[in-house]
């Protein structure tokens, strides 16, 4: 069993920056693909931003590129996302997720290839 806690979500005002992060623990953890989904009231969760075990694959949604930066340390099992240049649209509760196995660009942003998931971390971004 793995757990998921995330930490960071917070009121913002538009163009700020968060950074949230997540630890993941548990017995033998091994190798695995980390990712961040958002979901805002009223819709369906979304893929963010996904990365692989060695950090040297990423993968992001179209509207958060150039804005939005997901990294690791594995030392740690830790994954962060600094967000930078938030809008308002960005407001959701943010997931970390955690992928057993090898990670493809393909399915990183397919909800049904994570293995579990944290609780979640609320990030607002007022106008």
């Known amino acids: 069993q793995v757990q998921l806690v995330e930490s960071g979500g917070e009121l913002v005002q538009s163009g700020g920056s968060l950074r949230l992060s997540c630890t993941a623990s548990?017995?033998?953890?091994?190798?695995?693909?980390m990712g961040w989904f958002r979901q805002a009231p009223g819709t369906e969760r979304e893929f963010v931003a996904s990365i692989n075990w060695r950090g040297t694959g990423t993968s992001y949604r179209d509207s958060v590129k150039g804005r939005f930066t997901i990294s690791r340390d594995n030392s740690r099992n830790t994954c962060d996302l600094q967000m930078n240049n938030l809008l308002p649209e960005d407001t959701a509760v943010y997931y970390c997720?955690?992928?057993?196995?090898?990670?493809?660009?393909?399915?990183?942003?397919?909800?049904?290839?994570?293995?579990?998931w944290g609780q979640g971390t609320p990030v607002t971004v007022s106008s």
């Open positions: 548990g017995r033998n953890l091994g190798r695995y693909a």
């Open positions: 997720a955690f992928r057993e196995g090898m990670w493809t660009e393909t399915l990183a942003g397919v909800e049904s290839e994570y293995d579990y």
